[in-house]
């Protein structure tokens, strides 16, 4: 963007946000929002204890699971959806109906069914990634030219080859795309996981600073996840831009 | 002229071929022979079914009843005794020019470096040198219809079945493809299939032409010809022969064109 003919460097508005930010902590104006510099030394200063460490690799770790989850099955079942008619037919409307549900309310079921632990953390991450993705692939699939299909049955392509080859590829655009709103959706998904099930991980965190009023500390671990949350969407629109230059031309 | 074509070798035959789509009949009682090495164009009106009739040859379709044979052998599916051209090139806009050309090979389980060396030779064929690696948005229509054709090409199909190729090029680039195929069809050996709306372009690359008319499909006419086949690529717009089967192709298909 370019004000008063400068160009602006990337992000500008969070530099500005930021900047308004620091100014409403100096002033004290509320406890909810202690000065930016205040919690980035706070974050300094918990950043490397074992609680904080620890805290991250149980949040990274369920993330992780969950979305790969998400991933390996959302793909392959939102490609078949757009592919097969009566797929699509018997799948769409749990697809649909998922994609709106409130799952949190859903959270104490799976306690119930997978128990308190990190299975019902990563079960629950991954149900909050997966329909976008299935969504999204089916899609892409959907929007497939079909003289591609006809041509890789011309050639003989076996099923493996055109799921593989066709289909996949074609769909990428809009897979990477879901991938990424499913990215989002799953850092929600493993903190509420994290909050419900067992106070385990960035969710204990969140609980106990905000419990005891710990603004900074607070502010200081909500940084970290936007952080990690902000490079893994700009990762994946990354990739998405990369295959941008054949999605109009499909 | 003549529609005698008793005494040559028949690489495709359609024999009472029926394809209805729903209520609608697209095919009727349909038979079509298609002598070994020459070119047949299916000529006619849109919605008369040849690129219906195309697919079905091709395996893509199925026909409802009838029977459709490449070298005697009755067609189930699509099989490595054809290849097909199509109209909007199905190109994969993924993959460089090379690995487009290849592609065909590749389904067939040819390895890499085979059947890279077979692309090598057809990308050139076609006048693609030095684009190998390009990708097809980079390239102009009628280069990408070429990349079409090599793919085709290349895995040496003996019958090459090709669904209004020219249609989405432009007209200079047309005339050019259409002298490349007298060649083509000189030189390689191949049966060709062409679906063509172009009455002049059907008159001008075939050796035999199918005039099928609309509603139910059927083939009303076959022409052959021959008196200007030998002639070269450039003379032929000129021939009177040549003239004169335009006009008369017109003259029993302008009645069907609304």
Request: hydrophobic share 50%.
């Amino acid at each position: 963007m370019k004000i008063f003919g400068y160009q602006l460097p990337a992000m500008s508005s969070l530099i500005l946000w930021g900047i308004l930010w620091e100014l409403v902590g100096q002033f004290e104006l509320t406890f909810f929002l202690p000065p930016l510099s205040a919690i980035f030394s706070t974050l300094m200063e918990i950043g490397t204890t074992k609680v904080f460490l620890k805290a991250l690799a149980e949040t990274g770790y369920a993330f992780f699971v969950g979305t790969f989850f998400a991933i390996v099955i959302g793909i392959p079942v939102g490609i078949l959806m757009g592919k097969s008619r009566l797929i699509d037919e018997l799948l769409l409307p749990w697809v649909n109906m998922f994609l709106s549900a409130p799952l949190t309310a859903l959270v104490p079921v799976l306690m119930v069914l997978f128990g308190f632990g990190m299975k019902s953390i990563i079960i629950t991450t991954a149900l909050f990634a997966i329909w976008i993705i299935v969504l999204n692939s089916r899609a892409g699939v959907m929007q497939i030219n079909r003289s591609l299909i006809e041509m890789a049955n011309s050639f003989g392509a076996s099923p493996k080859d055109a799921f593989f080859k066709i289909y996949f590829w074609a769909a990428l655009p809009e897979i990477l795309g879901g991938v990424r709103i499913g990215f989002i959706r799953a850092v929600k998904g493993v903190i509420i996981g994290q909050l419900l099930i067992s106070i385990v991980g960035f969710g204990a965190l969140f609980e106990l600073y905000s419990a005891n009023f710990l603004m900074k500390h607070f502010w200081a671990v909500l940084i970290v996840l936007f952080s990690i949350s902000f490079t893994i969407a700009e990762f994946l629109a990354h990739l998405e831009r990369k295959v941008a230059y054949y999605a109009a031309r499909r | 002229m003549s529609n005698n074509t008793n005494d040559i070798d028949n690489a495709v035959t359609v024999s009472n071929v029926y394809k209805n789509y729903g209520d609608v009949e697209a095919l009727r009682d349909l038979s079509l022979d298609f002598p070994r090495g020459q070119l047949t164009s299916l000529l006619g009106p849109s919605g008369c079914g040849k690129t219906t009739l195309l697919k079905i040859i091709a395996g893509l379709l199925p026909a409802d009843s009838g029977e459709i044979t490449v070298n005697s052998q009755p067609v189930t599916g699509p099989g490595p005794d054809r290849a097909f051209v199509f109209q909007d090139f199905a190109l994969l806009p993924w993959a460089t020019v090379m690995r487009n050309v290849a592609f065909g090979l590749e389904l067939r389980g040819v390895n890499q470096s085979e059947r890279e060396a077979i692309a090598e030779k057809y990308i050139g064929d076609v006048g693609l040198k030095g684009f190998e690696n390009s990708y097809p948005h980079e390239l102009s229509g009628g280069m990408r219809q070429r990349v079409g054709l090599a793919r085709a090409l290349s895995v040496d199909a003996q019958v090459l079945l090709m669904d209004e190729p020219f249609s989405a090029v432009d007209e200079q680039t047309r005339r050019k493809f259409q002298e490349d195929l007298l060649n083509l069809v000189k030189n390689e050996n191949k049966t060709f299939i062409f679906v063509t709306h172009s009455i002049e372009e059907a008159v001008y690359v075939s050796d035999q032409v199918a005039i099928l008319l609309p509603r139910p499909s059927r083939v009303s006419e076959i022409i052959r010809p021959e008196g200007f086949r030998h002639k070269d690529a450039t003379s032929i717009r000129r021939d009177s022969e040549y003239l004169d089967i335009v006009d008369r192709i017109w003259a029993s298909l302008r009645t069907y064109v609304e």
